[in-house]
């Protein structure tokens, strides 16, 4: 038995979970609502405050589905209870960003600044950093799935590069570096 698939689905307090006639499962709580279409061989189950998913057999097409749906559903849960922030870090000489209501202006390196639009879901809020150090843009929603997309699409304008590190990276992460042409002449 998949060990993340049998596990209940605890409902935090304000959390309701309602499954359609076509396997759709949608998730209300005070920070918004989310809905996930399930596979039909895939059973959800709402008991009081506890979401179960069962599978009818030990196929692996079943067993994959199991706990992909779990977390699924786990995700939209805590999403529309608590929500979710990436903190991404721009780091490079010049590079900086600006929110302008659902656009973000940002300056990385071009010879232009780039604007990129939000979807209505994700709040963006640049942190107040002190001099000298990279600018830190932090995102909030409460899907999990559309914030993962919208930071790696980010991410995808400039990669940190190995030598000096500049680049958006999130908060937190290591970088693998490498050693630069002189210290490998010697």
């Keep these: 038995m998949s060990r993340i698939g049998k596990l209940p689905v605890n409902l935090p307090a304000g959390v309701t979970v309602s499954i359609d006639s076509g396997n759709v499962v949608k998730v209300k709580g005070p920070l918004g609502e989310l809905s996930q279409k399930v596979d039909a061989d895939i059973r959800v189950t709402v008991e009081g405050n506890v979401v179960k998913v069962s599978r009818p057999t030990d196929q692996p097409r079943h067993r994959s589905?199991?706990?992909?749906?779990?977390?699924?559903?786990?995700?939209?849960?805590t999403g529309v209870s608590a929500g979710y922030t990436i903190r991404q870090e721009f780091v490079g000489v010049g590079y900086r960003v600006e929110v302008k209501g659902q656009v973000l202006e940002m300056s990385l390196g071009y010879s232009h600044d780039i604007h990129f639009?939000?979807?209505?879901?994700?709040?963006a809020e640049t942190e107040q950093v002190k001099k000298g150090q990279a600018?830190?843009?932090?995102?909030k929603s409460h899907d999990k799935q559309l914030l993962g997309m919208?930071?790696?699409?980010l991410r995808s304008l400039r990669k940190p590069e190995p030598y000096k590190g500049k680049g958006i990276k999130f908060v937190g992460e290591q970088l693998r570096r490498k050693a630069g042409k002189s210290a490998s002449a010697k």
Excluded: T
């Design 65 to 77: 589905m199991h706990g992909l749906y779990r977390s699924l559903i786990q995700n939209m849960a």
């Design 117 to 123: 639009m939000l979807p209505n879901e994700i709040k």
């Design 135 to 139: 600018p830190i843009l932090a995102l």
């Design 150 to 153: 919208v930071a790696a699409k």
